[in-house]
């Protein structure tokens, strides 16, 4: 049963959310976890975004993610590659053990349930919620749930919105393409990736290799023409044949998935229109992944009898509201490498920005690891944000907004807030 007070609230359970509530929980803080769908891990499990990317060898606040992997791993929903990235999740299973992994030490969970108002006592905040779970919630507490502190974890600033707070976003031509991701399964990867190595030799682009008794695999094409991509000749003659349009083709990458011996993710389609509707989006994207399917099954070997297992609950979505806190990290912070004495993420990832327009994207590497410093995820005394809604420039979230950077805020804050909490309580 959910209680009336909190040290902590976390509205939103993906994966910045779910590190800063195990992480809080686990260091003896009472905290609340809440998430509108009816399972947590966001954006692996809800928007399919797999495999998670690699990072600096030297990242900090990894404990979460490195635990998630072991528990994932036991029960076969996790690989590391030869790199040694071992963010290869798979994305039904990552639920089932983020499930395990936050009940372990405590927290209490509130699913298909969101904040709809919060009003402000003193130091404290009292939330109202929205929730289906009528056996663990009575109704009379829900206008009446405290907490000395609130973390916006939503990916899209929800809280900080009700909250009136303010944004860095005011430049609206700063944007990025959405994607909506699905899995094809029935494919013989044995054939597939014996085929793919063969005809593209470009190893920075396709990449095979065994792990966990699995084959982990890689590839891409982009319409980009200022890159030679092996793949091209198969999509010009997708289009010629009208299987695929042009703009299917704007951006293609597909991984294999842990766990599994037949299906592949794709990382697309990306949707160009950056002013359509989320709804329009999603009707958009579903329409795209029936005919990129086409084209797979007939141009790629293995994938004859392949078809549509999973599409994307959510769509991927790169940048949204940026909050304002008490520091805005900058692309000049990144990329001077500038040192901060309380870092929340050490990374050299680089700035990662997709365009609708052909040559257009950007993806430039850094000279030297850079660190986020937790006043980037302050917003006031009481109030944080996680995840991509960080008080950052839009070049810098741009690098920040990968899943092991958004694990280590979450963790970083959970820290933070127990280490405060703890303070007070002296």
Not at 71 to 86: P, Q, R, T, V, W
Not at 105 to 133: H, P, T
Request: with cysteine.
């Amino acid at each position: 049963m959910i209680n009336k007070n909190y040290d902590v609230i976390i509205a939103g359970g993906g994966t910045a959310g779910c590190a800063c509530a195990y992480t809080a929980s686990k260091l003896g803080l009472k905290v609340l976890l809440i998430e509108k769908n009816s399972f947590l891990g966001g954006s692996i499990t809800s928007s399919l975004v797999i495999p998670a990317m690699k990072t600096s060898e030297n990242a900090i606040n990894t404990n979460f993610f490195n635990i998630l992997f072991d528990e994932l791993h036991k029960i076969g929903g996790a690989s590391a590659y030869i790199d040694g990235n071992k963010g290869w999740f798979n994305p039904e299973l990552t639920k089932i053990i983020l499930d395990k992994l936050l009940k372990s030490v405590g927290v209490d969970i509130l699913f298909e349930s969101n904040i709809i108002k919060i009003d402000k006592k003193l130091s404290s905040y009292i939330v109202a919620i929205d929730s289906n779970n009528t056996n663990d919630i009575e109704y009379s507490l829900l206008s009446c749930i405290e907490t000395r502190h609130l973390v916006d974890a939503t990916g899209d600033a929800e809280i900080c919105k009700i909250l009136n707070c303010e944004f860095l976003n005011k430049n609206q031509n700063q944007t990025q393409p959405i994607n909506l991701r699905f899995i094809m399964s029935g494919i013989n990867i044995k054939l597939f990736s014996d085929w793919l190595t063969e005809f593209d030799t470009d190893r920075n682009v396709t990449t095979v290799c065994y792990a966990d008794n699995t084959t982990l695999l890689s590839t891409a094409y982009t319409w980009d023409e200022n890159v030679n991509w092996a793949l091209k000749p198969l999509f010009r003659q997708g289009i010629e044949q009208k299987i695929i349009t042009e703009d299917d083709s704007n951006y293609f990458q597909i991984f294999s998935v842990a766990g599994t011996l037949d299906s592949v993710a794709f990382n697309c389609p990306r949707i160009l229109d950056t002013s359509i509707s989320r709804s329009d989006a999603y009707i958009k994207g579903r329409e795209c992944i029936l005919r990129l399917s086409h084209f797979c099954r007939k141009f790629f070997p293995g994938f004859e009898n392949a078809y549509i297992s999973s599409i994307a609950n959510s769509l991927g979505v790169r940048v949204s509201n940026r909050v304002k806190g008490k520091y805005i990290y900058t692309q000049n912070d990144l990329i001077t490498g500038k040192r901060f004495d309380n870092p929340v993420v050490i990374s050299n990832y680089p700035v990662d920005i997709h365009s609708s327009e052909k040559n257009s994207s950007k993806l430039e590497k850094v000279n030297q690891e850079y660190m986020l410093p937790i006043e980037s995820l302050i917003v006031n005394d009481n109030l944080y944000v996680i995840g991509r809604c960080i008080s950052a420039e839009f070049e810098a979230q741009a690098a920040l907004r990968i899943i092991p950077s958004c694990f280590s805020m979450g963790e970083g804050l959970g820290k933070y807030l127990a280490k405060i909490i703890g303070e007070s309580q002296q």
